[in-house]
Antibody, heavy 118, light 107 residues
Framework: QVQLVQSGAEVKKPGASVKVSCKASGYTFTGYYMHWVRQAPGQGLEWMGWINPNSGDNYYAQKFQGRVTMTIDTYINVAYMELSGLRYDDTAVYYC???????????WGQGTLVTVSS | AIQMTQSPSSLSASVGDRVTITCRAS??????LDWFQQKPGKAPKLLIY???GVHSGVPSRFSASGSGTEFTLTISSLQPEDIATYYC?????????FGQGTKLEIK
């Protein structure tokens, strides 16, 4: 069965970087874009961008350009999202998501809480 | 970026009520609109894709319609397990954008 399993919670200091992983299984990893979405505590959902696991091409929302890097490792079917220059307002749950069986994000990781704290 | 405006931002209804949530886009997005349900501490779940397509496994009380700039999600008979926050998402272009969410509570 399709699964997206994310890495565990992180606590980082302001200015640091964090790298969140998303391990995919149960489907052809290179066949579907991987998207990243975040949610600050008590707030709504915010789309960050995507990476094409087949080509490595990516697209980042303008808000995150220059600070986010999405990469993939097709040997182990893992997608990564690295966010640098962390600020307090980057504290959020970060999700990976993909549209694998439907024309919409039908599979999501369980989320990774990133806390930015001094 | 396309702005998505949901209304209401919160809603209190009784079990068995018909509930409607609206999402408006700042420009024409054809039918490139999805709806998600999110319960506290959980990842969102896809309910509706392409404005009116009901995702596999979603109860038949959920339906949706719309095109262009105005979209609705309807729950025909509210059940206790429907208590959640609902989000629309436009995937017409990049950046994809979510509505701000509608928090549904039981009266």
């Amino acid at each position: 069965q399709v699964q997206l399993v994310q890495s565990g919670a992180e606590v980082k200091k302001p200015g640091a970087s964090v790298k969140v992983s998303c391990k995919a299984s149960g489907y052809t990893f290179t066949g579907y874009y991987m998207h990243w979405v975040r949610q600050a505590p008590g707030q709504g959902l915010e789309w960050m961008g995507w990476i094409n696991p087949n080509s490595g091409d990516n697209y980042y929302a303008q808000k995150f350009q220059g600070r986010v890097t999405m990469t993939i490792d097709t040997y182990i079917n893992v997608a990564y999202m690295e966010l640098s220059g962390l600020r307090y307002d980057d504290t959020a749950v970060y999700y990976c998501a993909s549209d694998i069986e439907a024309a919409g994000f039908d599979y999501w990781g369980q989320g990774t809480l990133v806390t930015v704290s001094s | 970026a396309i702005q998505m405006t949901q209304s209401p931002s919160s809603l209190s209804a009784s079990v068995g009520d018909r509930v409607t949530i609206t999402c408006r886009a700042s420009q024409d997005i054809r039918n490139d609109l999805d709806w998600f349900q999110q319960k506290p501490g959980k990842a969102p779940k896809l309910l509706i894709y392409a404005a009116s397509g009901v995702h596999s496994g979603v109860p038949s009380r959920f339906s949706a319609s719309g095109s262009g700039t105005e979209f609705t999600l309807t729950i025909s008979s509210l059940q206790p397990e429907d208590i959640a926050t609902y989000y629309c998402l436009q995937d017409y272009n990049y950046p994809h954008t979510f509505g701000q969410g509608t928090k549904l509570e039981i009266k």
